[in-house]
């Protein structure tokens, strides 16, 4: 596909099929980013500034809650006991 052919139609589309899939939101903001990549770089470095990066406007999913990390007394003491 032509990068000028992507529209935000498609873009939503790939979100919404990744989403379905059970993606979760950070991968899918990756893989958003590796599309967006390609118009960035034909945008500067072949001066192609008419092109639209839609990508770039696409509806990113919500990140999920970070995950809760606890220290167990165990692995608390076990660099301790490193000289």
């Known amino acids: 596909?032509?990068?000028a052919a992507i529209k935000p139609k498609h873009d939503s589309e790939f979100v919404?099929?990744?989403v379905a899939r059970e993606?979760?939101?950070s991968s899918i903001r990756i893989y958003l980013a590796l599309l967006s990549h390609p118009f960035t770089v034909v945008a500067r470095e072949?001066?192609?500034d008419s092109l639209d990066n839609s990508i770039r406007l696409a509806r990113r999913p919500?990140?999920?809650?970070g995950r809760?990390?606890?220290l167990t007394p165990e692995a608390g003491n076990?660099?301790?006991s490193q000289p």
């Open 78 to 80: 076990a660099d301790s």
């Open 62 to 65: 919500k990140l999920e809650a």
């Open 46 to 48: 072949w001066e192609m």
């Open 68 to 70: 809760e990390r606890t």
């Open 1 to 3: 596909m032509d990068l």
């Open 16 to 18: 919404a099929a990744q």
């Open 23 to 25: 993606m979760s939101g």
